[in-house]
């Protein structure tokens, strides 16, 4: 592979960009304020040696033990926004990057425009000595951009980086990295090479969300990684796995070993990622799980869905009611967890709610009727 053309940005102790090493990255799974099992996961990931780990913060209640975690690591840590942007001013002091959303920016403060919000969060980060993660992700795009490519989700994902890219251009930020992401691995190929043509000079994160379970999520993975990082495209990957929190160093094992067989000229992969047959996609949890069964749910769907693998069919099983409606959308069956019960979807519509005991065999009935009808 021949040097990257990115520009190079520092996020604390670690380069990201041109010719630095690829940055390793994961995320804490576990519930922030379990200050203890969080630190425990940090700790875990700084063993399998990340470069940058992520803690969630959903509101004020988090940003104590954030604080605690703080004062208890010295790795590079980034905080997610998710829905709540303004949060970026509470977390600046502990983290050294935080991500904010595209899609996500229009709910809060609608008194300002996304390019004064932009504004905000980048004087905010400067402030602070933080980089920024602008993550575009599939299941959340801007809704104008949906508005005006409402045929072609890449070109709108693409076009909704490019333009966050040029607010910060304008206001002359530089340290920051930007995200294409999705949980099929040939869009995230697309849109990332989309990107990289309109703009090679911003270092890119790469991932597969939602990748789902061993093995499966790692070949995903590796396809979009061989695709992307064998053209010089990607500075930074997550590996996003659903795997019980003591195994989370996998993450970072799986993305060492896919970038060093990259270096080394062994790929796995042909050019285009075909899914033929049974497809289970499930998010790799945090600590916005909603209840701790979840890996063991998404595990179970896999043993009883083994029957079908032949049937050209996608489940979703998400942690948490976050992302779960979004990212279920274009899966023919849906759950996503909550705290007593689990929501099933059908394509776009609820079937309702489940208990934990109850779900299994209601999946078996969707399934078997989803076969029939194909
Ligand atoms: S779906 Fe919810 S639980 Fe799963 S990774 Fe995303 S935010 Fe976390």
């Not at 595209?102 to 932009?118: F, T």
């Not at 930074?236 to 989370?248: A, G, Q, Y």
């Not at 059908?346 to 005991?357: C, H, N, S, V």
Request: hydrophobic share 40%; aromatic share 6%; glycine share 6%.
């Amino acid at each position: 592979m021949s040097a990257r053309q990115t520009r190079t940005i520092s996020v604390g102790s670690v380069s990201i960009g041109g010719e630095s090493p690829i940055a390793l990255q994961s995320m804490a799974a576990t519930r922030t304020q379990d200050v203890p099992a969080t630190l425990r996961q940090v700790k875990i990931l700084e063993q399998a040696g990340a470069d940058l780990i992520r803690i969630a913060v959903d509101h004020k209640k988090d940003l104590e033990a954030l604080k605690q975690i703080r004062e208890q690591t010295e790795s590079n840590l980034v905080v997610d926004l998710q829905e709540n942007f303004q949060l970026a001013e509470d977390v600046g002091p502990y983290v050294q990057k935080f991500r904010y959303n595209p899609g996500h920016l229009h709910h809060r403060d609608r008194d300002h425009s996304i390019e004064q919000k932009v504004a905000w969060l980048a004087e905010t980060a400067e402030k602070h000595d933080c980089a920024i993660r602008v993550g575009v992700n599939c299941g959340s795009i801007d809704p104008k951009m949906l508005e005006r490519y409402p045929d072609d989700d890449e070109a709108a994902l693409v076009a909704s980086a490019v333009e966050h890219c040029n607010f910060l251009d304008k206001i002359g930020f530089t340290r920051f990295v930007v995200s294409l992401k999705d949980s099929d691995p040939n869009k995230v190929i697309a849109v990332n090479k989309r990107f990289a043509a309109e703009r090679p000079d911003v270092p890119l994160h790469l991932g597969v969300t939602e990748a789902g379970m061993p093995p499966d999520g790692i070949i995903k993975t590796r396809v979009a990684f061989e695709q992307l990082l064998s053209r010089n495209i990607g500075d930074t990957v997550r590996v996003s796995l659903t795997v019980p929190f003591d195994d989370k160093g996998q993450e970072i094992d799986v993305a060492r070993e896919i970038i060093t067989d990259i270096n080394e000229g062994r790929f796995r992969s042909v050019p285009v990622f075909e899914q033929k047959g049974l497809n289970i996609i499930s998010c790799p949890s945090c600590s916005r799980v909603e209840n701790e069964k979840f890996v063991e749910l998404a595990q179970d769907v896999r043993e009883l869905t083994r029957y079908a693998k032949e049937h050209n069919v996608t489940i979703a099983v998400m942690g948490c009611r976050v992302n779960g409606p979004g990212e279920t959308d274009d899966a023919d069956l849906g759950m996503w967890c909550a705290p007593t019960v689990v929501n099933l979807k059908k394509g776009e519509e609820l079937i309702g709610t489940f208990g934990y005991d109850e779900i299994l065999p209601r999946v078996k009935i969707e399934l078997d009727q989803i076969i029939a009808e194909q």
